[in-house]
């Protein structure tokens, strides 16, 4: 069901920038997620497989940090696999390993995790000593970038080699874009070549201005979340 | 008239069926698609594209190649565009350049007859007397000297950047480049080959390598489809590799666009600059390489004159004399400086078309046309020493002089990297000696020069970039022996004339005598002799003046070339401009989740740092007045401000407060949960680098601000010291996590007690600087009593997806009160009414906690903090400075500005730091740094203000403003 | 541009990294003053091998690097707990002062 982002207490960081390119929003986890803009969403699905960019950021996301916090989600059930590596796991969710003492959650695109839910309603502060959260969903701002132009697009503003044959699924960039820093995931939809940018949450509509521009040349633009949703539903290459 | 264009397949560059009209200096002409503008105008026979730099001699199309200063032209707000390299495009409206009056009658031509008084370095000793004469000279001579115009209100071009990423770059897209990126991507690396004119091959494109004419077609033909078909390999034409970097770091420039390229391993295939023949008159219009009349004709089609003669040393110039005689040029003479007739058959070709041929020759002189505008006839003379020629010449009639002397390698990425070239006496070349690692050269800048050698030296250099990036390679491929050094480069093509106008440097209009009498003065090493002559320093960076004037330099100096040596060449390779420096210039900016409500609410947004704050709010006519309503509000009433650029870490674990011990002054350990405490952070030296506070959430959990500009480096230096100590302590910098306002006033509490009722606000539950967690509006919060405003006040943090949630419920919570948003200069008068420091404004970077009167806040009882050694070492040592309040002497006096200075007795004893106005108090207040001996409150110390005016001020002990704290702590 | 191997990220260019300087052995807190002023204050400029900290900005990770200040080769770089092992302690003075 459609709802104004300003009725509910939690907003996107670029809410007004989607509202203005005609964005229908649909509520997710008490935040306001643009589903389609005005192209629609089978205009989008065709966008985005040559570039398009989509706000997650009211998606689920979480992470831990600390000397022993990949050893406290290990025994919560959690698959983590090498640093700067992505593990999908059971219920959907992404677990990226950032260090030898973090590792970053990312739900799915419905706006759900099991896993986070689980793993946040068996933390408290002593009793997971040297595992603390990192508030994702408010540090950070969570942006997907899909489409076959999308690792030219990105080599406008960022200085590591994503090119696919280089940087495999599921591998995670810490670096600086467009002279900010920020986690560059690599995340394929279905068959379509995509990203995860996940940084600084005041920067949002910064980056927004600077990914828009860096995508003109490739005829790249916004689309909602429908349609990443949808070429992700799609089947992958073998 | 386009009588001179030839038919195809001369012009490869050109599509004739697409005409395009532009205007040079005022007239139309039209060329075909693919012309360049000088090309276009060559075949409009107008051979004169500038005035040159000095004497504004006509100078026309030397190189055809964009590598001499000769063509360069303005197009509207574009100065110095190369005009034989930039495109034509229909109604382009080009105009020379360093010209007074028109192109073909500058009135500064009048230079030209007074070289004389023109020497070489007069810079540097004309015009200094009598003193001031400069200053009236300049002008005079700036306007004489520039060459493009720039025009400051031109509108910002769109340029951006792009990272590009391969195994192997191959610099150079001639026949070695071909050849090496083709051997690269055989062995399967991921090749970029770059190539800065708009088609691949080279030379292949235009020089002679056979009697027929076919060799260079044939080979393009054969090697450029398999390149432009390798998937492995990618083609950037039109770009410039301008420089070499560190691990193989390559600026490629295309069109608007700086490519920053990162290569595992590079192959420098860049070819080598032709060199000038040097005689009287050589740089009128009508005086050419042989590979620019050659480009010319195979390139563009254009016949490059009518009648020509021809000074050679090596077999391209018979090349060239074959293909002028194809075109349908009259070649009057060949004259060929060596003194035995050259074998080999493009010379037997030229002979047997019946062109004479003076061996042992050169031209010694071009007798120009009225007017300098062109060539009217060649002196060709006996060549009878080194540089000297008999007295008896011949007079051949001709409108072209082509020169084909010998090579230069074009070596700047080499020399970037760290190459080195000697100078080969036998080849009268210089050659490549040493090579940085994971780099290779390969055709005529290794020394290379017959073709077969080339291609094979391409292949050699491919091999072995694939190599070092890590590919697999079969066996090294065999380079012959003979690489075709020999015979190409004349040792001497330097014939002075003792009328001058002998050009070594066209560029900056270097003479013979003008670097040999920098010599004389002196400046007897190269580096020297460029620098006080200039030679070398024009836009073509001595492409063309660096190898003669070295010679030049050896003669005269009586060494070696060897032994002279060369200058060092420098990026950028090729002009660049500041807009592809500069890029999409991103400047990242940093919001809170308020900032669209202070737009709404009309604030005057200012930076800090990467973020945007309110300065005030409303018109900036009634800024002093915004700011004394919103102080006053805040005092009166209750105001709210946002605060959410405050920095926010995270410090958990069970080693918390022993960590905030070490990296703060204050003490922490015995901090209750539910209480703040301020902080105050020093660096190893006892300079305050930082403040905020640490609120107490859980024994093992503490919640620290830090300022707007310090948290990214307060972060940083936590973690510096715990990958040093080892404690069980996780710091997060959590300031984008969390937005916050300060709700200040007496009328704070009830504002918060109407959105706010899971936490008990009363003074006795929630006193002056404890801290809660509760919910305001929804919005999970904490809540912290604190007061840099002076007043009972709450500093509310909540997530920054919510903030604008929060805002907006505050404010109307708070309208019943007169809410009203403040901003920082209204936060800045009333923290300074408390006397409360801000952390860089009344601190500075030297400023030790001690001198900034924060003793209080130092636990002298811990066995260490960082800072505390060197706050003892300065103790010791004696304080020399004190951070105090003042009050003005005399009320009526001007208020002093912040850091003005602080005098007695003629010596600066410290400076002002904060001032302002106080309406609540009715005078100047102000923090000031004074010697110890002035900091006694009542000592009355002298300020200079603006002109040099002193005025008296009275050391005032803060705050200034409720000095018990009463208001605070209601 | 330079590039700097991080223990974590790989090769990346050197600007996404802080310098931080040598790194120095903290002196005991009973040292002279002349001793700690040598430790706070002045800097040895070696030329030759030295190790360095570096930071890592994105990942806010400090590492250190040994580097040829003469020929700016970059030999080696490790995590700082490969020379940091074990937890630094600061017992009080003995003594009062």
Redesign the interface.
Known sequence: MAVQPATLNRRSFVYRELAALGATFREVNGCAVAATLAAGRAAEIAAARDLGLADLSGLRRGGYKGWTALDWLRGQGVAIGENNMTLKQGDGSRVARLADSEAMILGDLAGGSALLDRVEAGWSITGALGAYPVPRPETNFWFAIAGRHSDTMLAKICGVDLRPHRFPDGAVAQTSVARMSAIIIRHDLGATLGYDMIADSAAASYMWTSLQDAMDEFGGRPVGLDAIVALAAETGPA | MMASRLPAPAGVLIDRSKPITFNFCGQDYTGFQGDTIASALAANGVGMLSRSFKYHRPRGLMTAAGQDANTLVQIGDEPNVLADLRAIEAGLAITAQNVFGSLANDYANVLDGLGRFLPVGFYYKTFFRPKGAWRYWEKLIRALAGLGKVDVGAHHGYYDKQYLFCDVAVVGGGAAGLAAAQAAAAAGADVILIEENVRLGGALNYARFDVEGRRGRGLRADLVPRIEADQNIRVLTGAFANGWFADHWIPVIQGNRMYKLRAGAVVIASGSYEQPLVFRNNDLPGVMFSSAAQRLIKLYGVKPGTRAVVATANADGYGAALDLLDAGVDVACIADLRPQRGDGPLADAVRDRGVPIVQGATVSEAIPQKGNLGIEAARVAKITGQGTTADVDDRFGCDLIVTAVGYNPTANLIHHAGGTFVYNDDTAMFELTALPQGMQAAGSVNGSFDIDAVIEDGGKGGWSAARNAGCKVGPMPTVRNDRGAFGVNHPWPIFPHPKGRDFIDFDEDLQVHDILDAIAEGYDDVELMKRFSTCGMGPSQGRHSSLNSVRLTARATGRSVTDTGTTTSRPPYAAETFGVLAGRSFEPERKTAMHHRHLELGARMMPAGQWWRPEYYGPPERRSLSIREEAAVVREAVGIIDVSTLGGLEVCGPDAAEFLNRVYTFAYAKQPVGRARYLLMTDQHGVIIDDGVACRLHDHHFYVTATTSGVGGVYQHMLFWNAQWRLQVNITNATASWCGVNLAGPKARDVLAAVCTDVDLSSAAFPYMAVREGTIAGVPARIIRIGFVGELGYEIHAPASQGEALWDALMVAGEPHGIRPFGIEAQRLLRLEKGHIIIGQDTDGLTNAIEAEMAWAISRNKPYFVGKRALAIQEKNGIKRKLVGFTLGNPADPAPKESHLVIRDGEITGRTTSVNYSYALGRTIGLAYVATDQAEPGTAFQIRIEKGRMIDAVVTKPPFYDPDGRRQEL | ???LNCP???P??I??F?W?GEVKE?PA?DCT?EQ??DY??LENNTAGVVRE?W?H??????IIAERNTVT?EIIRTYP??EL?????E????AVKP
């Open positions: 541009m330079k590039i974590l990220n790989g990346r260019n600007s996404e802080v931080g903290h807190l003053d700690w002023v706070a204050v900290w930071y900005v994105p990942t806010a990770y400090w700016d700082a707990r940091f092992k074990d937890r630094v600061f017992p009080a003075p």
